[in-house]
């Protein structure tokens, strides 16, 4: 199979920074995704890493190392919306087969 | 905007029953997945389709199949709904040149 590890769990405080951790096996790696998906809507698309190193997008910056099979999300200046699960997925060459992993369940606190 | 429509947000099945799950993008996507989500096992791939009558199993199959006859349209059969397949179901479709997947607005199946 295709391993994808993150924490179940984090919580972090309002205007805090997080990181929300991510590895996976590396055989067949194509690229890495990071979704948001709050309680009861369907996953929406975050961040897309296929090359090493950081890509920013506003709050949301999302790392990639290939090499190691490691990734991680960092949430900035966070909001008591950012509460949600931050699910990672890898793209496996197979055809296009997106594999996620089980989510991470970020609380924010006042 | 891509769309993907599923058929129900909530259905209630009999042990035993058929169940189809319908499935509708209308972005020409090329690929298509089943995934089913259950608490604190995330979602799991059930099936996935990369073309027309092309199809693949994930990692999850047994008590499943699907349909892929149209581009648009991926189907999901449940042949004889058992209770451990209560859960919701996550339909998502992607490009074969961009990779985002986009998510429709889930089934939540209940088999009594």
């Known amino acids: 199979g295709q391993n994808i590890d993150q924490p179940t769990e984090m919580t972090a405080t309002e205007g805090a920074i997080v990181q929300i951790n991510c590895t996976y096996q590396?055989?067949?790696?194509?690229?890495l995704f990071w979704y948001q998906q709050h309680a009861g809507e369907a996953p929406t698309f975050l961040s897309y890493?296929?090359?090493?190193g950081l890509e920013e997008k506003g709050r949301f910056s999302s790392f990639l190392s290939r090499s190691k099979g490691y990734s991680y999300l960092l949430l900035k200046e966070l909001q008591m919306k950012d509460s949600a699960s931050y699910l990672c997925?890898?793209?496996?060459?197979?055809?296009?087969?997106?594999?996620f992993g089980s989510g991470t369940r970020l609380s924010i606190r006042p | 905007d891509v769309k993907v429509t599923q058929s129900s947000r909530y259905l209630v099945k009999r042990t035993g029953e058929k169940v189809f799950l319908e499935c509708v993008q209308d972005?020409?996507?090329?690929?298509m997945f089943w995934y089913r989500q259950d608490p604190g096992l995330g979602l799991r791939l059930i099936y996935f389709?990369?073309?027309?009558?092309?199809?693949e199993k994930g990692d999850i199959p047994e008590g499943y199949s699907v349909s892929r006859e149209k581009k648009e349209r991926f189907s999901l059969i449940l042949e004889s709904a058992s209770t451990n397949q209560t859960s919701m179901y996550l339909c998502?479709?992607?490009?074969?040149?961009?990779?985002?997947?986009?998510f429709g607005q889930g089934t939540r199946l209940t088999v009594v």
């Open positions: 998502a479709s992607s490009d074969r040149g961009r990779t985002e997947a986009f």
């Open positions: 590396t055989s067949g790696f194509n690229g």
């Open positions: 890493n296929v090359l090493d």
């Open positions: 997925a890898v793209l496996y060459s197979s055809a296009s087969k997106i594999i």
């Open positions: 972005m020409d996507h090329e690929n």
């Open positions: 389709s990369y073309d027309v009558k092309m199809k």
